[in-house]
């Protein structure tokens, strides 16, 4: 079954203790990237990644990291979380480069900082 | 800054009845728009792509490209209790679609 797989779902942390959220794909997308969804905000871009390697800010990288050292995998790094990163994750991907808003979503994280 | 407009909502229509999404966007260079259907606490799913102006029908669903107007719409025939959702719609072109905030649809029996 072609899935895009986000872990975790569900995490409760506290502020400046490291994270990551891990994404992966197994459709063999070119394009991967992470959202961020709050309400009122709507969905906004954090990071996104052409390839192996290749990978560029969205609107609101602040306090994230990624790489993309395999093409399934994707993972979004909070180095230091904060509370204002509340919020619920969405990791997406691409088949198509020139055409990257035919987008598979994970089912998203929910990651709260206390 | 490139921007995508929704009616936040919510959109409340009888079962049965047509419901009606619309969209507008600030960058006239977007070539493709997604509407994309998200139920509470789930992910949003890809439901219509649309790259030239006019219609595109698929089964209850037709979505409607206006480049001149900067205006993207959703129509949704027949309405269903399961068709009540938040509507996303997003405008491409680049590698970062922007998404509007959303239209929640409440389709009542």
């Known amino acids: 079954e072609a899935q895009v797989t986000q872990n975790p779902r569900y995490l409760i942390t506290v502020t400046g203790k490291k994270l990551t959220v891990t994404c992966s794909q197994n459709?063999?997308?070119?394009?991967m990237s992470w959202y961020r969804q709050d309400p009122g905000l709507g969905l906004r871009q954090i990071y996104y990644?052409?390839?192996?390697?290749?990978?560029d800010k969205g609107d609101v990288p602040e306090g994230y990291k990624v790489s993309r050292k395999e093409k399934r995998n994707f993972p979004l790094i909070l180095e230091s979380p904060s509370p204002n990163q509340t919020s619920l994750y969405f990791c997406?991907?691409?088949?198509?480069?020139?055409?990257?808003?035919?987008?598979?979503f994970g089912e998203g994280s929910r990651l709260t900082v206390l | 800054q490139k921007e995508v407009e929704q009616n936040s909502g919510p959109l409340s229509v009888p079962e049965g009845a047509i419901a009606s999404l619309n969209c507008t966007y600030s960058?006239?260079?977007?070539?493709?728009f997604f509407w994309y259907r998200q139920y509470s606490g789930k992910s949003p799913e890809l439901i219509m792509s649309?790259?030239?102006?006019g219609d595109k029908e698929d089964g209850r669903f037709t979505a409607q490209l206006n480049k001149a107007s900067q205006y993207v719409s959703l129509l949704i025939r027949d309405s269903q209790p399961s068709d009540s959702a938040t509507y996303l719609c997003a405008g491409g072109g680049s590698y970062i679609p922007t998404f509007g905030r959303g239209t929640s649809l409440i389709v009542h029996p």
């Open positions: 649309i790259y030239s102006n």
């Open positions: 990644s052409m390839n192996v390697e290749v990978t």
């Open positions: 960058d006239r260079g977007s070539q493709s």
């Open positions: 459709m063999n997308h070119e394009y």
């Open positions: 997406a991907s691409s088949l198509q480069l020139h055409n990257t808003g035919e987008l598979f």
